[in-house]
Structure formats: structure tokens, C-alpha cells
């Protein structure tokens, strides 16, 4: 670790002046405004100077009910309200007149307020979770400059940056060269990876349509993403032509049945091309054995995916890489940063190890006015037609300038955190009655029953498994309307619903930890 | 138009306090750091007070260089670099360790210094341009709240909001009633239609894949977006699935060649189901003829779909939207407000006339770990299994807040200014000598080729063709590198390289027109 040196006077200084300066400016603009001059009026333009006396304010009102508050273990994380309510509260109709400056910073405050805090330390609803402030300098910055990922002509820092970015991805994942995208989330990042793996196996679906080839079949575990589902539909295959491998009890993909599937869906006429392995797996956070199914996809000639979208984090560190042994042989993979690395929805990517251009080749279409072929630079560097989309939006720089601020040492930091906390919350909970794991987390998912004293040693009960599918429901909307914490529930193959916790955030204590069990316990101990 | 009311000394007021808060509480951050406090060490986690300060650093730096200097008309519009030069200046690679506070400030300015200003006056190179501050503090906002659309649980505010607005938009097209959704971008949109419609004329498709149907057939006009061909690619559709369908000069759809594509299309044994019609061309800004496709589309049982991501803005005009004159008839449409609106990037909606909940069957999957089936709120609510994506950010409340702050009337306005300084520019450049239309702009699009003087009265000439594809890439070279302005080329169905002007920011004035045609001469006359 190298050392830090202490700097905090200068750049404190350097604020007191900046702030005076600011106020001076305001001031004058007060001024020259005189004595009936309003700040803004409806219906017209704002000229520079009161538009950006309105981002101030405003960013005054985003940084306390936003940020302050929101990650304030004090305060709640949610303000829940019916929808009748909330619609009443938010006064959301469009109208044809505008509203004064005042009345628009009261509704900046009121979304925020009536929004559930993702910052907050004890969310622990989904695979995002916590604040990190770089990453979130950097969203900030690419809303305001407003420009579009396609080509060097208006992007051109972050042309270069989604390459470095990409490139540096790709190199944890073992790939010395390759290729890649910052798409829209992970499901599009699947899509992607299907898409080009059919272009690779049957170029021509890309012009005549899949009448011109034979029936695909991809093959994926039952606890994969949805993803999966939902790409084979987009893209003409057919939800039917998704072949479920079995997984063992903890979520992991058994690869003799993706064998024995595959030699089914052969028997059926179908052609194999592609294989989803899974790196955290959405509700067990289950690592499928991937050099197990890389040897399988390579004696079928497969394209091998890992939809890595959760898991992938885990590359930064030394100590839980083992996880992902294997990825290096496979064709593609999801990654979300925004995930377990924090960096803010959405940044989301498909690397790849193709060294062809086949994401160029499988999406291109040319246009002719966006991708000019006599432009006086590289044109190689117009990576826009890689892409599905036209516009798109700048997903790399968050990610780049929080890299920047703690380095790949900081983000490995970051994940060993993660599990850490993860081993401390098992414990606690393993200690507790009332308690019971679903399985072994294999990564910072925990999955448990809590049991409420009226259901303790009645397992064999005719009804117990319908008892306790409600109980998880009941504690979620209590928590929800006091606004404790929050924690998702899911069923899951037979296993009634369950809690799964979500230990991602390094912005979150022991104490959270503990506040949790309790607080569940509180919660449902009338059950 | 309602009274404004002048608020000013109070917000300003309150603004100082604020601003005085903030330096003491970081003070009071400063001391209990004791001596040797540093601001941020590198590779540990920032706590809320230094994550905070950093923040409205930044926050200062962001105001400053990526919008007051880059929507000064007498800064640069870009700053251009070499790739090779532009590298080393931002030293874009990624480290093992992580960086002080004041080195990220540094790069927060450099990135903002070498990205092109697409909020600058002089800016005209694309479909958005200019900035809304309103807008802006929206897309601040959901940044830092940072949070995903798919459910009430997690996104009540959006939720409900994104239904408002959707249906206020809907309600501009003239349909009581329909659905939709937010895409990221048009492209997107313009998939989604596409596949709700293979779904509405085949519904077997989502299950079975194309295998299970008749070879299907698109049509488009030649000078449609390059999304269709991209939409039908990635669908399983084909390009050489998609019929282009010949316009007129000025780039509509000539209705007789659609009929007869389908003629022709049936003949060679494939299904017409899509039409796609485009409000608002990319290059020429043309509006197809809406009712006579409808027409068409009706009497053929194809699904109607109009991609207005450009041009669907002129709804808000009681002037303008003659223009879109029949898309009530349509069954779906794409419109962008991140374009002519300025909600910023990406915003983009897909709305349909639709009232049988085409856009959820279509597209579920049903994940049970996010749509619970037994919540204590209304399941309705949770709109995520109407998208593709599962994680999908907010964007609707940039244009709601946008909305808000000007009204209805506010955004008519903006539309009609675009015309009016459209109007504008045409005259003054029909009196020019050396500037000569491609075609009367119906929109805010405005063609023209510049004719250097070596080259006026020499349209005879076998090489003026060659000779007129040339200046249009070195004017665009020479403004680039001196960062005087930015606008478009393109060569078009045998017409030649010429300029794509797009007029539509309310903050650029005649000046800023004037001098485009000044500049255009001054960099060009010696070609």
C-alpha cells in the first residue's frame, strides 16, 4: 500500500475559496436581476447563468437527500406509500404551464425522499447495494457532457477510455487481446453473446434469417438468469429451444446432465451452438464448474458464454478467483461492474475472445452518415457499429475514474470485504435458533428461512411448508413499511420462499449485520 | 402564461447558509482527522464526509468546465487531439493503486476539457445538441439514487412516473388508451416494436423460434434508419428480409413502391407483417405519409409501426404536427425526447396503441426471485417483465422534471423556435453564393453542399462530382481541429458529400447561424 500523504489543508482552502467565489458570482447575478428580478420563469428558456444557479441549488438538494441522508444508518431506507398515495404526494400530472424554480427543487426533494435509498447500509435487496463517491463523480460528468459512445468525432476520450477499459477487463480474465462492449445491462450483455455465437456458427442468419439454418438449440442451468429465457426469444429461437441443465443443491450446473442434454437435443434434430455457464448465480450465487463445461462445449464445437454479470468481481481477487477457474477458455463472457465493484447502474460488459472482429462483422451495418469512410482519422476508431444500438450511452467513465481512485488493489480490497462480512453474517446466523441456511454460500449471497417460534420442531407438520412460505413475505412488507432494511424472498425449486441476503456494500458494519438478524426477528416472531 | 414571482433574495439566502454548512461541517471533518489527517487515502474506502466533499468538488469543476465554459460560444466546441496525443493526456491506463483527491479532480477536468461540447451553440453535428438544466438536475438525480425500474418495491417514485408520462406522450398521439415502455435509445425502440409485432402476428415465435413460421418480410424506406436492418439481424429475421421501399426526392416513401414491394415480397412466398415509417429521416428530416401507409398496412394486416425518434417532437406543436398527420393510426411508435426535447441521453420511448398487454406477453419471463407473486402491493406495479432488459435505468425522470419546469407550452415553444430558426437559416443561405440546397428542408434538417469558387459553373465538368465529395470531409478536418463548430456530412443515393445542418437547441441564436455560413466560406473557399 503506498503511502498517503496528508493534503487535506490545501484542498480544504482551495474550497473555502471556490465557495466564496461562487457566492460572489451569485451575487452579482442577484444584482444585475434588480430589485423585481425573478429567478425563473415558466415557459421560457433558462439563459446560462440562472441555469446554473439551478444546478447548484439543485445539487445542494441531491447531495443532503441523496447522498446525506440516504446513506445515513440513522435514517430509513425506504418511505413507503401506497401507490394512491404516493401518486397524490408527487402531484405527477404534466401540464401545460410550467412551475417556478422553488417548486421545482421541492420536487427534486420530494422524489428523493419517496425513493428507496440503494446507498443506504442496510439495502440489501439486490446485486447493487452502497455509493461509491468516484464512480458517481463520473456518472455525473457523463450526464452533463451528453454525448454518445459511437464515434471518435464526439466521443473521443471515451472512445480510447472504453478501449483501456475493456482491455484491462479482459486481461483478469486471462485474455491477452480480444474484444468487447459496454452494453446496457447484463441481460443485453447475454444477448449479445448469443447473437454472436450464432453469427460464428451460421454467418448467414445475420442476412436470410434463421429459416436458413437449422433449429439452435442453447443450453443453460435452471438457476441461470432469466436472461437466458428472454434472449432466445428476442432473437427468433424460442424459449423451447433453451434446454435446463439440472444443478446440484447449492445452484451449480451438472455437467454430466448438460452432456446428457446436449445428446438430446441432437436426438431431436437440433444443432447445439451455444452454452451459458453461470459466475454467481442470481439467488444462491451458485459458480458453475467451468472447465467441466468448457470441455464439453469444445468436443461439441460450441460457443461457451459465462454469464458473469454478478460474479465476475471475483477476478480482482487473489484469494477468491478460484471461483471463476476456467473462463479463460471460454468465448465471452457478462461482466457488471455495476454489481459487487459498485460502479452505478448500469455499466455492464461482454468481453470476448474472438480476434476477428466478429462483433463488428455479426452487428455492423454501416451507416453512411454516422460512419463515414473518408474521415481524416482512423476510422477504426468509430466502434459504434459494433453495437445494437445507435446512440449510446457513455458507460465507461465511472468505471475508469473509480478505478482511478483506488486502483485494482482497492476494488480487490472491495470484494475480499465482501466476503468477509458474508463469512461473519453465516456465522452469526448459524448461532442463532430460528435460523436455517438453504445451502453453503459459495459467495455473498446467504440464503435462509427464518422460522418463527410457532413453526420450531413442527418440520413435519402436513402444513409447515405452507406456513413458512408465508412468513418471508409478511416480515418483507413489514420491514418495508417501517423502512428498517430491506431483503428480498424468493421460492426456488421446490424450497418455499426464503431470504436472500445480499452482503456486497463495503459501506456496511458488522453492526448492520447484526441489526439484520435482529431486526428479522423482531419482525416475525408473532408468526 | 402565469406570473413569475420574484424569490430570488430568499433562495439566495438560503444558498449562503448552505454554502457556510458545508465548510463547517467539513472543518469540523478536517479536525477530528487530527494532524496528520489526510483527505482520501488511495485503495481504502472514502467514509460519507470525505466521499461528500469530493463530491461537491467535483460537482464544482463539473459546472465549470462542462457547462459554463462549454456552453460559452467563445470557448471551443472541441479540443482536438490525435489519439496518439490525446493517450498521454489523459493517461488513460489503469493501475494496482489508487490516486489522491486532487489528481482526480485533475482528470475530472481533463476528460471534461477533451470531450467535445455537445451543449455548445455551435454544435450541430447530431440528432441532440444544447442543454436543458432541468433536464440535467433530473439525470443528476437518478444517478445518485441510483436505482432500477423494474419494480414498485425499488422504484415507486419511477414507477409510477414512467406510467405518467407515458401515457401523457400517448395522449399526444391521440391514443386514450396503449402502452409503452423507455429503451435505451431508438434503435432499441425500434427492436421492441418490431418483435411485439412478430409476436402479435405469430405468437408460436416466442416459444418456438422462426423455425415455427413463414419467412416474414419488413419494409422500410431506403432512407429509414439503419436500425431496421440492425432490428431485423438481430431478431432472426434477416436483412435481406427487409424490403426498402423507394422515396421521393426529398426522401418520403413513395406509397406505390410500398404496395408493390409487398406484391413483390408475397410473390416470393414471404409474410408481410411490418411496416415501418419514419417521421423525421436522419439525414433529410422527411416525414412519410403516414395515412397512406396506414392505408396500405390495414388493407394488408401488417403491423404499423412509425419511427418518429426524431421527428415525433413536432406532436407538441399545434403548428408543426400536421407533419405526422395519421400516426393515431399506427400501432406503435419510437420518439425520442433526448433529441429535439433535450432531455439528454439516452431517453427514448416505445409507445403502442395496443390495449391486450401485447408488451408483457410478449417479453416475460416471469423471474420469481424479482416478480414475486405474492407481494403485499398490487404485482401490477411491477412493470420490469414488459422489458428485454431485467436491470433498466430510470429515464423517466429527466423529461418529467423537464415537464415540470416548462410545460407543455414550454416544449411547443422549443419545437417552434427550431422551425423559426430553421426558416432563418434556409433564407440566408439561399442568398448565398456558394451554397446550394440538397432539398427544401421539411424539418430541422437542412442539406447543402458548399461550392468553392474553383468549382461554381462547373457542374458540366466529368470530374465536379469527384471534385464536390472532397471539400465537404476537409471543411469538416479544418473546423474539427480549430474547434470552431461541428456539423455533419454525408453522401445520399448518388448525391455527393454535403452538409447535414440540424437546428434545434433553443439556446443557439441567429448569430450562431450566421456564422456558420461564415465559417463554412471562410474554411472552404480556397478548396
Same mark, same amino acid.
Given at each position: $500500500?503506498?503511502?498517503?500523504?496528508?493534503?487535506?489543508?490545501?484542498?480544504?482552502?482551495?474550497?473555502?475559496?471556490?465557495?466564496?467565489?461562487?457566492?460572489?458570482?451569485?451575487? &452579482?447575478?442577484?444584482?444585475?436581476?434588480?430589485?423585481? &428580478?425573478?429567478?425563473?420563469?415558466?415557459?421560457?428558456?433558462?439563459? +446560462?447563468?440562472?441555469?446554473?444557479?439551478?444546478?447548484?441549488?439543485?445539487?445542494?438538494?441531491?447531495?443532503?437527500?441523496?447522498?446525506?441522508?440516504? @446513506?445515513?444508518?440513522?435514517?430509513?431506507?425506504?418511505?413507503? !406509500?401506497?401507490?394512491?398515495?404516493?401518486?397524490?404526494?408527487?402531484? %405527477?400530472?404534466?401540464?401545460?404551464?410550467?412551475?417556478?424554480?422553488?417548486?421545482?427543487?421541492?420536487?427534486?426533494?420530494?422524489?428523493?425522499?419517496?425513493?428507496?435509498?440503494?446507498?443506504?447500509?442496510?439495502?440489501?435487496?439486490?446485486?447493487?447495494?452502497?455509493?461509491?463517491?468516484?464512480?458517481?463523480?463520473? *456518472?455525473? %460528468?457523463?450526464?452533463?457532457?451528453?454525448?454518445?459512445?459511437?464515434?471518435?468525432?464526439?466521443?473521443?476520450?471515451?472512445?480510447?477510455?472504453?478501449?483501456?477499459?475493456?482491455? !484491462?477487463?479482459? +486481461?483478469?480474465?486471462?485474455?491477452?487481446?480480444?474484444?468487447?462492449?459496454?452494453?446496457?445491462?447484463?441481460?443485453?450483455?447475454?444477448?449479445?453473446?448469443?447473437?454472436?455465437?450464432?453469427?460464428?456458427?451460421?454467418?448467414?442468419?445475420?442476412?436470410?434469417?434463421?429459416?436458413?439454418?437449422?433449429?439452435?438449440?442453447?443450453?443453460?442451468?435452471?438457476?441461470?438468469?432469466?436472461?437466458?429465457?428472454? +434472449?432466445?426469444?428476442?432473437?427468433?429461437?424460442?424459449?423451447?429451444?433453451?434446454?435446463?441443465? !439440472?444443478?446440484?443443491?447449492?445452484? *451449480?450446473?451438472?455437467?454430466?446432465?448438460?452432456?446428457?442434454?446436449?445428446?438430446?437435443?441432437?436426438?431431436?434434430?437440433? =444443432?447445439?451452438?451455444?452454452?451459458?455457464? @453461470?459466475?454467481?448465480?442470481?439467488?444462491?450465487?451458485?459458480?458453475?464448474?467451468?472447465?467441466?463445461?468448457?470441455?464439453?462445449?469444445? +468436443?461439441?464445437?460450441?460457443?461457451?458464454?459465462?454469464?458473469?454479470?454478478?460474479? &465476475?468481481?471475483?477476478?480482482?481477487?487473489?484469494?477468491?478467483?478460484?471461483?471463476?477457474?476456467?473462463?479463460?477458455?471460454?468465448?465471452? $463472457?457478462?461482466?457488471?461492474?455495476?454489481? $459487487?465493484?459498485?460502479?452505478?447502474?448500469?455499466?455492464?460488459?461482454?468481453?470476448? *475472445?474472438?480476434? @476477428?472482429?466478429?462483433?463488428?462483422?455479426?452487428?455492423?451495418?454501416?451507416?453512411?452518415?454516422?460512419?463515414?469512410?473518408?474521415?481524416?482519422?482512423?476510422?477504426?476508431?468509430?466502434?459504434?457499429?459494433?453495437?445494437?444500438?445507435?446512440? *449510446?450511452?457513455?458507460?465507461?467513465?465511472?468505471?475508469?475514474?473509480?478505478?482511478?481512485?483506488?486502483?485494482?488493489?482497492?476494488?480487490?480490497?472491495? =470484494?475480499?470485504?465482501?466476503?468477509?462480512?458474508?463469512?461473519?453474517?453465516?456465522?452469526?446466523?448459524?448461532?442463532?435458533?430460528?435460523?436455517?441456511?438453504?445451502?453453503?454460500?459459495?459467495?455473498?449471497?446467504?440464503?435462509?428461512?427464518?422460522?418463527?417460534?410457532?413453526?420450531?420442531?413442527?418440520?413435519?407438520?402436513?402444513?409447515?411448508?405452507?406456513?413458512?412460505?408465508?412468513?418471508?413475505?409478511?416480515?418483507?412488507?413489514?420491514?418495508?413499511?417501517?423502512?428498517?432494511?430491506?431483503?428480498?424472498?424468493?421460492?426456488?425449486? &421446490?424450497?418455499?420462499?426464503?431470504?436472500?441476503?445480499?452482503?456486497?456494500?463495503?459501506?456496511? @458494519?458488522?453492526?448492520? %449485520?447484526?441489526?439484520? %438478524?435482529?431486526?428479522?426477528?423482531?419482525?416475525?416472531?408473532?408468526?
Amino acid at each position: $500500500m503506498p503511502r498517503c500523504q496528508g493534503h487535506y489543508s490545501n484542498s480544504f482552502l482551495l474550497y473555502l475559496f471556490a465557495s466564496f467565489f461562487i457566492c460572489l458570482k451569485a451575487l &452579482g447575478s442577484s444584482m444585475s436581476n434588480g430589485l423585481n &428580478g425573478h429567478y425563473q420563469c415558466a415557459e421560457t428558456e433558462l439563459n +446560462s447563468t440562472e441555469g446554473e444557479l439551478f444546478l447548484s441549488e439543485a445539487f445542494k438538494v441531491i447531495l443532503e437527500e441523496a447522498v446525506h441522508k440516504a @446513506t445515513d444508518v440513522k435514517e430509513k431506507v425506504c418511505e413507503w !406509500k401506497d401507490p394512491d398515495q404516493l401518486r397524490d404526494v408527487l402531484d %405527477l400530472e404534466l401540464r401545460d404551464h410550467g412551475e417556478t424554480h422553488q417548486q421545482l427543487l421541492q420536487r427534486v426533494r420530494d422524489v428523493a425522499k419517496h425513493s428507496v435509498k440503494t446507498n443506504h447500509p442496510r439495502f440489501f435487496n439486490q446485486l447493487f447495494a452502497g455509493v461509491d463517491y468516484h464512480a458517481l463523480t463520473g *456518472r455525473l %460528468l457523463t450526464e452533463t457532457l451528453n454525448t454518445s459512445q459511437y464515434t471518435y468525432e464526439v466521443a473521443p476520450a471515451f472512445v480510447l477510455m472504453e478501449d483501456v477499459v475493456l482491455r !484491462k477487463l479482459r +486481461s483478469l480474465v486471462g485474455w491477452a487481446e480480444g474484444d468487447g462492449i459496454f452494453c446496457p445491462g447484463g441481460s443485453m450483455s447475454n444477448m449479445y453473446a448469443m447473437n454472436v455465437a450464432r453469427y460464428w456458427a451460421f454467418p448467414q442468419a445475420k442476412t436470410q434469417g434463421l429459416w436458413s439454418v437449422p433449429r439452435l438449440a442453447v443450453f443453460t442451468s435452471q438457476e441461470s438468469h432469466y436472461s437466458m429465457k428472454k +434472449s432466445a426469444a428476442f432473437l427468433g429461437i424460442g424459449t423451447e429451444n433453451v434446454y435446463h441443465v !439440472k444443478v446440484d443443491e447449492s445452484g *451449480r450446473m451438472i455437467p454430466e446432465d448438460l452432456e446428457a442434454k446436449i445428446v438430446h437435443a441432437k436426438s431431436q434434430g437440433a =444443432v447445439p451452438f451455444f452454452v451459458n455457464a @453461470t459466475a454467481g448465480s442470481t439467488v444462491q450465487g451458485a459458480f458453475d464448474p467451468l472447465d467441466r463445461i468448457a470441455d464439453i462445449s469444445e +468436443s461439441n464445437g460450441m460457443w461457451m458464454h459465462v454469464d458473469a454479470a454478478w460474479g &465476475g468481481s471475483v477476478l480482482f481477487s487473489k484469494k477468491h478467483k478460484h471461483l471463476v477457474a476456467g473462463i479463460e477458455r471460454a468465448n465471452s $463472457m457478462t461482466w457488471n461492474p455495476h454489481k $459487487m465493484l459498485m460502479a452505478g447502474l448500469q455499466c455492464s460488459v461482454i468481453l470476448m *475472445r474472438d480476434t @476477428t472482429d466478429l462483433l463488428m462483422r455479426c452487428h455492423c451495418a454501416n451507416a453512411t452518415y454516422l460512419f463515414q469512410q473518408d474521415k481524416f482519422y482512423d476510422i477504426s476508431l468509430d466502434t459504434g457499429d459494433k453495437s445494437i444500438q445507435c446512440g *449510446r450511452k457513455v458507460d465507461c467513465l465511472k468505471l475508469w475514474l473509480m478505478w482511478k481512485a483506488v486502483g485494482s488493489q482497492g476494488l480487490a480490497n472491495r =470484494v475480499d470485504m465482501a466476503f468477509a462480512n458474508t463469512r461473519y453474517f453465516v456465522e452469526k446466523l448459524k448461532k442463532r435458533e430460528g435460523f436455517q441456511l438453504v445451502s453453503e454460500p459459495q459467495f455473498v449471497n446467504v440464503c435462509f428461512w427464518y422460522i418463527p417460534p410457532s413453526l420450531r420442531g413442527k418440520e413435519n407438520s402436513a402444513d409447515y411448508k405452507d406456513k413458512l412460505a408465508k412468513v418471508a413475505p409478511i416480515i418483507k412488507e413489514r420491514m418495508v413499511k417501517q423502512g428498517s432494511m430491506m431483503v428480498g424472498y424468493q421460492p426456488l425449486d &421446490g424450497r418455499v420462499n426464503f431470504f436472500r441476503m445480499v452482503i456486497l456494500s463495503p459501506q456496511l @458494519t458488522q453492526s448492520d %449485520l447484526d441489526f439484520c %438478524l435482529d431486526e428479522i426477528e423482531r419482525l416475525g416472531r408473532d408468526l
